[in-house]
C-alpha cells in the first residue's frame, strides 16, 4: 500500500487526476444500485431489469477494466497506458450496446460526431501518455 501512494506521489499532476477519474469510476457502479437502476436515454430502467438485460453486466464489465487501468497506473506499470486508452474506448462500446439492450439512443443515428470525439479522446490521451517525457519516466523508474 505505501508503495502505492509512493508512485501516486511521483505521478506527473494531470496523470493523477487521469488516474483518480479511473478509480473514481467504481461509484459509477454504486450509482446504479443506490437509486434503484440507471437512465437509458429518456427512459427509466429500474434496478433488476438493468441486471436480468445484461445492461448492468456490460456496464460493470467496461467500469471494471477502466478501473484495473488506474490500479496499473498506480503500480507504474507500462501497461497501464494501453489499459486506460483501451477501457475509455470500451465505456463508449458499453455505452452504444446499453442503448441497443434497452431499444433507446442517446443521439441521432448520425454517430459520425460521437465516433470522431471518441477519436480525438484516443488520440490526445495517447500523445499525453506515450509522448510526454515526465509520464514515461514514471513508468521506467
Not at 434496478?47 to 498506480?74: P, Q, R
Request: charged fraction near 15%; include cysteine.
Amino acid at each position: 500500500m505505501n508503495d502505492l501512494v509512493a508512485n501516486f506521489r511521483r505521478m506527473p499532476g494531470p496523470l493523477k487526476a487521469l488516474t483518480l477519474f479511473s478509480l473514481m469510476s467504481a461509484l459509477l457502479i454504486a450509482a446504479t444500485i443506490v437509486p434503484g437502476g440507471a437512465v437509458v436515454g429518456q427512459r427509466r430502467v429500474g434496478l433488476e431489469d438493468w441486471w436480468t438485460n445484461g445492461s448492468g453486466l456490460v456496464f460493470a464489465v467496461a467500469v471494471c477494466l477502466f478501473f484495473s487501468a488506474g490500479i496499473l497506473l498506480l503500480k507504474a506499470h507500462r501497461l497501464g497506458r494501453l489499459t486506460y486508452i483501451l477501457s475509455v474506448v470500451g465505456l463508449y462500446i458499453a455505452g452504444y450496446f446499453i442503448e441497443l439492450i434497452n431499444g433507446v439512443s442517446y443521439s441521432r443515428d448520425d454517430y459520425f460526431f460521437d465516433l470522431l470525439f471518441v477519436a480525438l479522446q484516443v488520440a490526445a490521451l495517447s500523445a499525453y501518455f506515450f509522448l510526454n517525457r515526465r509520464v514515461k519516466d514514471f513508468l521506467v523508474s
